[in-house]
């Protein structure tokens, strides 16, 4: 009897990437990139024509295919909002991928939600808080095994927790999100204020390996808006372990301990600080959550 295939798509801004896995091997990955920006029509007609050549390469049907797509998408199924790709607003996500891969059980989820998945599979942990940072601040919890608040409930938008009621403004709108104070850009307009002049993200990470004072209080500032985010979950979802990755956090030599140190400061009388760690799987992380969706939806 033929072992059931599993499909992961990782849908970004600039390429896409499959991951085909059956038992416990991965037997084809890929990826392709996005041809210049024109219609969501030309997009899904791209998809579809490497979705082809990747079936006729393995021989197999997919009996499930997880999406991991970082646009926002409404409770009707379709994109309300992509700034890397705008072109598919107002697209039925749902009904798109169904005709991708009419074969299959398919779903989608948030990027994020499936790079946590994904982390949490690989460290073992069943109730566990992704932190992506890097363009932006993304995320992900995992409890009992699976992605909150749930499939087709919305995504978890760590990103956008107020932590700072005069922070900066995001581009949500907002004043105080995560994300304006703690993603890469952030950082780096932090340090430029602190320092006097530009700075960029090798001139940070110099800097901070020397003890620059600039330096040290930027990435103190970003790393105690984390703690505060994660705090805040542990109050309220009560994961047992914090996972830090992303492009920005991984190139700064402990960052997850700065992120630690400050969350034990933050930890109640009486109560027990979340451990943190850096998170393992760095770019592959959504296209392994990806696959661990299809497998949830169909775990024959």
């Known amino acids: ?63 499930a295919v997880g999406v991991a797509m970082p646009a926002t998408v409404g409770p009707d199924g379709r994109i309300t909002a992509w700034p890397s790709r705008p072109e598919w607003t107002g697209t039925d996500l749902s009904a798109s991928l169904r005709a991708l891969f009419p074969e299959a059980a398919v ?12 982390e949490a599979r690989e460290a073992c942990c069943d109730d566990l808080l992704y932190l992506g940072v890097g363009t932006g601040v993304g995320g992900g919890l995992v409890l009992r095994g699976e992605p909150c608040p749930g499939l087709g409930r919305g995504s978890f938008e760590i990103g956008h927790m107020v932590v700072g ?88 030599p402990g960052f997850a301990g700065l992120v630690s140190d400050h969350l034990a400061d933050l930890a109640r009388p009486g109560g027990h600080p979340l451990p943190v760690r850096p998170a393992t799987l760095g770019g592959l992380s959504s296209l392994r959550g990806a696959v661990s969706l299809a ?5 024959a």
């Open 295 to 299: 497998r949830l939806i169909d775990p």
């Open 165 to 252: 009621m005069r922070g900066p403004r995001c581009v949500c709108g907002r004043r105080g999100c995560l994300q304006a104070i703690a993603s890469g850009p952030a950082t780096l307009r932090r340090a430029t204020r602190l320092r006097g002049r530009a700075v960029t993200y090798d001139v940070l990470r110099q800097a901070w390996g020397d003890g620059q004072p600039w330096a040290v209080s930027a990435l103190r500032r970003t790393c105690r808006a984390l703690a505060v985010a994660a705090a805040g979950v542990q109050e309220l979802l009560h994961p047992r372990l914090v996972l830090i990755g992303g492009g920005f956090a991984d190139g700064i």
């Open 1 to 63: 009897m033929e072992r059931p295939h599993y499909l992961g798509v990782d849908v970004g801004g600039t390429k896409v990437a499959f991951r085909v896995e059956t038992g416990t091997e991965c037997v084809d990955e890929t990826m392709f990139s996005w041809a210049p920006r024109h219609s969501a029509a030309h997009d899904l007609a791209q998809l579809a024509y490497y979705a082809r050549e990747l079936r006729g390469r393995s021989m197999v049907s997919f009996r």
């Open 107 to 118: 779903a989608w989820a948030d990027d994020g939600d499936l790079g946590a998945l994904a």
